[in-house]
């Protein structure tokens, strides 16, 4: 996710906290309504849906798909002293609390009856940035404790990218990035199978940039998989791209120091 990124399952409804603890038009992957094949409540393509932010209780990734996918939003940042974000990283004997959906502005032009999604705020976050993720193939664990062994991966090789709305509060910065991050480059640390040293460097993941509207607007946003803009970022050791390796979902700042606030919704695979 990050060099040393500071990770941990956080609270929506928290205030800003220190830093120690996502109009149609076309976007990176494409102009929106060439989707291919996703789903919505009613649809038959409930089997693609990551995650519609309508469990109330906390943002998960749904229990769809053959095996049936798993996991939970949380937010994550570089740890740089003037960082703030919320929801935020819960730190000493506080336990991790769920990423709960909240009610946006707006709703997102989806057609769809929910009326929930997923609220990301942070600020000056100077190092390398921030950003919000959730693992898809969390395995579950009895009497639902929190699972803290290392990334699972979970093959996505049906599936050709993945489109989601995403809407940006005006004044705030608006270039984020989507990316997929496999066990290959994830560092041991972080419970994947990258061994780290001064010259090789883990966790340049795979993804690809995009702009949201300024001006408050809903905006769909489809990433393929076959983009000429879905790569590495080219400042870690190169990784093959393998569908069958992935564990996580992530949407990261692109800009340093700047303020993001904005929201996602309706996440699903397309086919």
Request: hydrophobic fraction near 35%.
């Amino acid at each position: 996710m990050g060099r040393t990124a500071v990770v941990m399952l956080a609270a929506a409804t928290a205030a800003l906290g220190a830093c120690e603890w996502g109009s149609l038009v076309p976007d990176a992957g494409g102009p929106a309504g060439t989707a291919g094949s996703i789903g919505n409540p009613g649809d038959p393509f409930p089997q693609n849906r990551l995650s519609d932010f309508e469990d109330l209780a906390a943002a998960t990734i749904v229990h769809e798909g053959s095996p049936p996918r798993n996991g939970t939003w949380y937010t994550y940042n570089d740890g740089s002293a003037t960082c703030l974000q919320a929801p935020a990283l819960m730190t000493g004997s506080v336990p991790p609390q769920p990423y709960v959906p909240e009610v946006p502005p707006t709703p997102a032009p989806t057609g769809q009856t929910g009326s929930f999604a997923l609220h990301a705020r942070w600020s000056d976050c100077d190092t390398w940035g921030a950003g919000i993720g959730a693992d898809i193939n969390t395995p579950l664990t009895p009497d639902g404790a929190v699972y803290t062994g290392p990334k699972v991966p979970y093959d996505l090789t049906p599936f050709t990218g993945i489109t989601f709305w995403a809407m940006a509060a005006p004044g705030t910065d608006v270039q984020l990035r989507l990316k997929l991050p496999m066990t290959a480059e994830t560092r041991i640390e972080d419970g994947g199978r990258c061994t780290e040293s001064d010259n090789f460097k883990c966790g340049d993941d795979w993804g690809e940039a995009f702009t949201l509207p300024s001006n408050g607007n809903w905006r769909q946003v489809t990433v393929r998989f076959a983009d000429a803009g879905f790569e590495q970022e080219g400042w870690g050791m190169p990784y093959a791209w393998n569908l069958a390796d992935v564990t996580s979902i992530q949407i990261q700042s692109r800009d340093l120091a700047e303020t993001y606030d904005f929201w996602i919704d309706d996440v699903y695979l397309i086919r």
